[in-house]
T-cell receptor
Framework: AQKVTQAQTEISVVEKEDVTLDCVYE???????LFWYKQPPSGELVFLIR??????QNEISGRYSWNFQKSTSSFNFTITASQVVDSAVYFC????????????FGQGTRLTINP | EAQVTQNPRYLITVTGKKLTVTCSQN?????MSWYRQDPGLGLRQIYY???????DKGDVPEGYKVSRKEKRNFPLILESPSPNQTSLYFC????????????????FGQGTRLTVV
């Protein structure tokens, strides 16, 4: 069975601080895919990134960066120089390569950026 | 514009009154799913469909039905809603069996907030 854990339920920081959202996953499959989604206050789910299990390269996109470490089964997300518009709920999700088209989601982390 | 459209966005209903939440996608995706989002639990899959007339249960299917008569539509049916089905519902679609292929992340609808009283 697959499982995703986001231990940080809520995080609150002041604007311009850096913040890291943790994601730990469990799966016995050797091929799997990890995702991050953003859910702003308006409620929709916005895709941020997908990472394949065989590609451990970290990725940077503007102020966003992702650190994937298979050794610790973690896929952490860092926002540098946070902005108020980054306030949202962030979900980490896992999908295996075979079988049902199912994303297994973590519980989500509510991030609040204070001006 | 590629999109998944759910209707209605908001719905308040009474226990036992049958309802349908519609979902339509314009990307010709084979795969469609329904999820429910509850505080502290993230999103959990209710049902999914791999193609027309092919559906199967997800993790929390009790109390729900689905159908896939056309590729673009995947309605969620609550035959006899109960208060524990009060939740935020999302429909999703994706294009390939290989989730690592480009542009295969799931596209989500805007969500339907359902309250059953």
């Amino acid at each position: 069975a697959q499982k995703v854990t986001q231990a940080q339920t809520e995080i609150s920081v002041v604007e311009k601080e850096d913040v890291t959202l943790d994601c730990v996953y469990e799966t016995r499959d050797t091929t799997y895919y990890l995702f991050w989604y953003k859910q702003p206050p308006s409620g929709e789910l916005v895709f941020l990134i997908r990472r394949n299990s065989f590609d451990e390269q970290n990725e940077i996109s503007g102020r966003y960066s992702w650190n994937f470490q298979k050794s610790t089964s973690s896929f952490n997300f860092t926002i540098t120089a946070s902005q108020v518009v980054d306030s949202a709920v962030y979900f980490c999700a896992l999908r295996v390569s075979q079988g049902a088209q199912k994303l297994v989601f973590g519980q989500g982390t509510r991030l609040t950026i204070n001006p | 514009e590629a999109q998944v459209t759910q209707n209605p966005r908001y719905l308040i209903t009474v226990t036992g009154k049958k309802l349908t939440v519609t979902c339509s996608q314009n990307m010709n995706h084979e795969y469609m799913s329904w999820y429910r989002q509850d505080p502290g639990l993230g999103l959990r899959q209710i049902y999914y469909s791999m193609n027309v007339e092919v559906t199967d249960k997800g993790d929390v299917p009790e109390g729900y039905k689905v159908s896939r008569k056309e590729k673009r539509n995947f309605p969620l049916i609550l035959e006899s809603p109960s208060p524990n089905q009060t939740s935020l519902y999302f429909c999703a679609s994706s294009s390939e069996s290989d989730p690592g292929a480009p542009d295969t992340e799931a596209f989500f609808g805007q969500g339907t907030r359902l309250t059953v009283v």
